[in-house]
C-alpha cells in the first residue's frame, strides 16, 4: 500500500518525459492484454527467445529515462491494471534490459 502512495506522489521519471512514459506504459498494457508479453514459440513479434520484441524496446527506452527504477514503477503498473501473472511475464520479457534481473 506504502508504494502505491509513492508512485501517486512521486513518478520516477522527469517531468518533461511524462507524456512518453504513460503512452510506453499504455502500449505495455495493451500487448499484454492482446499479445502477451512472452510466447510458446518465436516468431511474429517474439524472437528467438520468446520474448516479446517490441516490449523489450519499450523496457530499454524506460531504462534510458529513468533506469531499474522507472522499470519497477513500470511492471507495478502492469500488475495493477493487468494483473500478477503478466508482470511477472513482463520480469522475465524484460531479463538483460538495462539493470533488469529476472
Not at 506522489?9 to 499479445?35: H, M, W
Not at 530499454?60 to 522499470?71: H, N, S, T, W
Request: aromatic share 8%; hydrophobic share 35%; glycine share 10%.
Amino acid at each position: 500500500m506504502m508504494q502505491f502512495v509513492k508512485d501517486l506522489l512521486a513518478k520516477p521519471y522527469p517531468p518533461q518525459t511524462k507524456e512518453e512514459v504513460e503512452r510506453l506504459l499504455e502500449e505495455l498494457f495493451r500487448i499484454g492484454k492482446t499479445d502477451d508479453f512472452l510466447s510458446e514459440r518465436p516468431g511474429g513479434g517474439f524472437n528467438s527467445q520468446c520474448r516479446h520484441i517490441r516490449t523489450i524496446e519499450i523496457g530499454k527506452r524506460l531504462d534510458q529515462i529513468g533506469g531499474l527504477e522507472l522499470m519497477e514503477y513500470a511492471n507495478r503498473q502492469v500488475r495493477r491494471k493487468i494483473g500478477k501473472q503478466l508482470s511477472s511475464h513482463l520480469e522475465y520479457a524484460w531479463n538483460g534490459v538495462g539493470k533488469w534481473m529476472a
